[in-house]
């Protein structure tokens, strides 16, 4: 037998609550809080300066789907020697679409020994992240990739 | 007391590059989420981390709302001689917890 007109209380309250949870994410976090590219920019500025950019020399491994965004594996690579000479000294991962562009900011030196590293991350959607590295000799090389996230990490969840 | 969980080799020979991986038990709080009231749940996160090995500084990482919960790293060190490799997180309160191995270099 069905009624669909009489939902015991606690099911409609939970169905709602899911509702407007997934209302709340869906249009709380696209409007003041999240970024916007020209945000990105404004933070690469504001930690390296005005600088020119090359793309080249910095790896970024993403998973293509991310199923969660509340916890995304990346790696980073920078090709470099990493000597005394020649280092990488910064590596800066940004977000065009997080609330907030930094995600995780590293400092490495000669001692590294291999410029790599590896994280996770929160993305809040869809987006290409941007990775910058800073060389001991002040030049600055950024390298891109993209992933599509199923799941958004979001201010709910 | 949060939970560490390192990986890092005891021996190592001399200029061998040795891989790093630290993590630490914490929620990163965004300070975007909201309780069940309705209420922003306030910000709390690790927002540094540093590795030193023979108490030189060889890696540091400042962490932001968009790190994932139980802030995980891994990295290198050029392994030079026998010493203790720390591992040190700060969260924004300034409270801090560590962990330290000692490597063996020969």
């Known amino acids: 037998m069905s009624r669909p007109h009489s939902h015991p209380p606690l099911w409609r309250r939970r169905a709602f609550l899911a509702a407007a949870g997934a209302a709340v994410c869906l249009t709380f976090l696209p409007l003041p809080a999240a970024a916007e590219p020209e945000d990105a920019d404004e933070a690469i500025r504001n930690l390296f300066g005005d600088r020119p950019i090359r793309e080249g020399k910095v790896t970024l491994k993403l998973p293509p789907i991310a199923e969660n965004g509340n916890s995304v594996q990346l790696t980073v690579s920078v090709d470099s020697p990493m000597t005394e000479q020649d280092h990488v000294r910064k590596i800066a991962i940004i977000s065009p679409r997080n609330p907030i562009p930094e995600i995780a900011i590293f400092n490495l030196g000669p001692y590294s020994g291999r410029a790599e590293v590896s994280t996770r991350v929160r993305l809040a959607g869809t987006q290409s992240l941007r990775v910058i590295a800073e060389m001991n000799d002040g030049s600055l090389w950024v390298g891109k990739a993209s992933t599509y996230v199923t799941l958004a990490a979001c201010i709910i969840g | ?106």
């Open chain 2, 1 to 106: 007391m949060a939970v560490i969980r390192i990986s890092a080799p005891e021996t190592a020979k001399p200029g061998e590059i040795i891989e790093l991986k630290a993590m630490i038990q914490h929620p990163m709080e965004t300070g975007y989420r909201r309780d069940q009231k309705g209420k922003i749940i306030p910000r709390d996160i690790i927002t540094d981390f540093r590795c030193t090995y023979n108490d030189a500084v060889v890696f540091e990482a400042e962490f932001f709302p968009g790190t994932a919960a139980n802030p995980f790293v891994s990295f290198f060190a050029r392994a030079v001689q026998t010493g203790p490799i720390e591992f040190v997180w700060t969260d924004q309160h300034g409270q801090s917890w560590s962990e330290r191995r000692v490597l063996t270099v020969s």
